[in-house]
Each structure stands twice: as C-alpha cells, then as structure tokens.
C-alpha cells in the first residue's frame, strides 16, 4: 500500500509518500519540501502572495500523488491554518481545486504525531528526554520515556513570531534579543514548571532548525535516524550565527538559503531553552510529525 502525507506548516509544505512493508516499515518513495513562509504577512492572516504560493505547491503535490498512484493520503494545517482568519478560505481553496481535504489538528494532536514520529528515530530509555518540535508558528515541547508522556504542550514562539516580532535590525541588536528572551520567560513559564517536575537527561529536537546545528557539527549517531550534537561547541556557534548580519549569514555554507532570514531567532530559541533545562547533550531526530501520522495510517491500513 502507498501512503502519503502532506504537512502544511507556517513556513514550510512538506510531502513524503512511502509504501508500506510487510514487516510494518516504509519505503520511502518520494520527498519534497518548499518554503511557503505563510506568516510573512502576519500570522492573523495569510497575506496574497503566500496564499497562491501555497495554493500552487498544493496543487503541484497532488500531481506528484497521481503520477505515484497513493492510495491513502492525509493533509494536516498546523498553526498558521489555525490561527489566520483565511485559514478556512485557504483550506476549501484547496478542495476545489485538487479534491484534497486538509484536516486541522491542535497542538496536543500534533505534539502526539511528533512523540509517535521521534520515537522511530530516538533510541528512548528510561531516563525522561525533551522533545522540541520548532515550527514557524508554533513550538512543541514534550517531556517522555520510553514508556510514557509525561507533559505535552504547544506554545505560539515559532520562527516566524520571533522573526516578525523581534529580528527588526541588521544584525539583530542585543535589546532586541532581550526583549526576545523576556517573551520566551513569560511565553514558557508552563515548561520550566515542567521541568522542574520531571528532570529530563537530554534534548531531542526534530528536523528543520536542528539541521543547521547536524550540519555544522555532527559527526555521531545515535542510530540511522538520529544524530548526537557536541554540546560544549554551540555557544560560539550561536555567537557567530546571532552577531551576523544576513550578508555574512548567506556565505555559512551550513545555512541553507531558505533559512538565512529566520535562523538567527531559531538559535536563540534553542539557546534559551539548553538555558532552561541544563542538559548534556542534544540528539536530532529526522523523524517528527510526518512519520507520526505515517504510523497511525499504517496502523489504521
């Protein structure tokens, strides 16, 4: 059986389609991602231009399905499409024009996905871990073992909040960092409760920002599907990446174009969160909440 799925983020339209085995694992078949950027109007709205780009790369994946004969696909809108007043508008858009039906999902569904996702790819114990899913306009942290979740919660600090709200200079002056990192403490007040109740051993974030830290630095894995980050050489990685102007970022060949813009908040963001938690080490999964939903249609099948 042939399934895909398509994960509409605030900045980024992924597609992944595999074919399901016999032994319950997936072939991958086909993978594509573009940057859409939603939220580059705002994330009250999505503003014209960012609507016909997303509307045109809905419309060229489901070519890519028929070309590939799917016989199950599920479309997921994460923050943007629950946030923008023309979310519904963008959602029947899509209907009319390619007969695919996009479903909703909250923060809780989608912080479900990404465990049932990473733990595909994380090599859990049990010991507690911190999962952090970074999206543009949503971040999703949940704190579990290998038998358990603990604590879920999403919270509205994505990429494209922070960019739009706080990188206003270039590079970015250290009052707007400050202003930045008091957003973050009082937007997270609910995590640190958190993880002042369950003490976790480490970070395992999800692909997206965290490959700009794989690209940069690592050279262990933990498994096929997750890499191991040395800890003790992020923070100049970090100085050098937030004390940049984007001229001097588009010349980092770890940083890939489509991420120069926003990169700089995406690395504040997770310094403020090893901050928080204290860990050791930091593991990144090539599996989130793509791999989670593959799963649930897997079993559904």
């Known amino acids: 059986m042939t399934l895909a799925i398509i994960d509409l983020g605030t900045n980024i339209f992924h597609l992944r389609i595999v074919e399901m085995q016999a ?17 580059a109007d705002g994330i009250g709205t999505i ?4 609507f016909q780009r997303g509307l045109a790369c809905i419309q060229e994946y489901a070519q890519i399905l028929l070309q590939h004969r799917v016989d199950q696909t599920r479309a997921i809108g994460t923050a943007a499409m629950r946030t923008a007043s023309n979310g519904p508008a963008f959602i029947q858009a899509v209907k009319e024009t390619t007969g695919l039906d996009i479903t909703l999902i909250d923060g809780d569904q989608e912080a479900h996905y990404i465990h049932r996702g990473v733990e595909q790819a994380v090599q859990f114990g049990a010991d507690k871990q911190l999962i952090m899913d970074i999206g543009g306009g949503s971040v999703e942290f949940i704190i579990a073992d290998l038998d358990e979740v603990y604590w879920a919660q999403s ?3 994505g990429m494209a909040v922070l960019y739009r709200n706080f990188h206003q200079s270039d590079p970015i002056r ?7 990192r008091a957003f973050l403490s009082r937007q997270l007040t609910s995590l640190q409760a958190a ?12 692909k997206g920002t965290f490959d700009v ?8 894995k933990q498994g096929p599907h997750c890499y191991i980050l040395p800890i003790e050489q992020l923070p100049s990685f970090f100085s050098k990446v937030t004390q940049a102007s984007q001229v001097e970022r588009s010349m980092m060949p770890e940083i890939p174009a489509d991420r120069i813009d926003m990169i700089v908040v995406g690395m504040l963001l997770i310094q403020f969160v090893l901050e928080l938690t204290g860990v050791p080490r930091i593991l990144v999964s090539d599996f989130d909440v793509k791999e989670g939903v593959l799963a649930e249609m897997a079993q559904q099948a």
């Open 23 to 39: 032994d319950g694992s997936f072939l991958e078949l086909f993978r594509r991602s573009q940057f859409i950027k939603l939220a």
């Open 47 to 50: 503003g014209p231009e960012p």
């Open 155 to 157: 919270f509205p600090v």
């Open 174 to 180: 250290p009052a707007e960092i400050a202003e930045l």
């Open 195 to 206: 993880l002042k109740q369950f003490e976790v051993t480490d970070l395992v974030g999800t």
């Open 213 to 220: 830290l794989v690209a940069q630095f690592s050279t262990a």
